[in-house]
């Protein structure tokens, strides 16, 4: 049975963030949306294997930024998702396709399993 990509994203935090377990408050974890909260939760707790768990911040982009007080001028959306875009590519996190096709193709992989369900 494979896993989904919440386990694995929960098997992934739990692994660099070891240390903390089980409070994991200090941690920031950053969504695509807020609907991946619930899911991500559940697969965080089915993995922790402690009768207390403190789950990490869970923020998209847009909820982290209202936390956080700006004093200049705010970045475009796109060049603020361009410079994310970068970073996760350098840091060899994971593989964005160049083109627009394997892009859409890679995305509604990664969603079809959970839109069986609707």
């Not at 929960?10 to 609907?35: F, G, M, Q």
């Not at 603020?80 to 509604?108: E, S």
Request: with cysteine.
């Amino acid at each position: 049975m494979s896993s989904t990509p919440f386990q694995q994203a929960a098997v992934e935090l739990l692994h660099w963030e070891s240390s903390r377990v089980p409070d994991l408050s200090a941690c920031t974890v950053l969504l695509p949306h807020l609907h991946a909260a619930a899911p991500l939760l559940a697969a965080l707790r089915h993995q922790v294997d402690q009768p207390v768990f403190s789950p990490p911040r869970l923020h998209t982009l847009n909820t982290l930024v209202a936390e956080v007080a700006t004093s200049g001028p705010v970045e475009p959306d796109c060049q603020r998702l361009a410079q994310v875009h970068d970073f996760l590519l350098q840091a060899g996190v994971c593989h964005i396709p160049d083109d627009h096709k394997a892009f859409d193709g890679k995305l509604w992989a990664g969603f079809e399993p959970s839109l069986h369900g609707l």
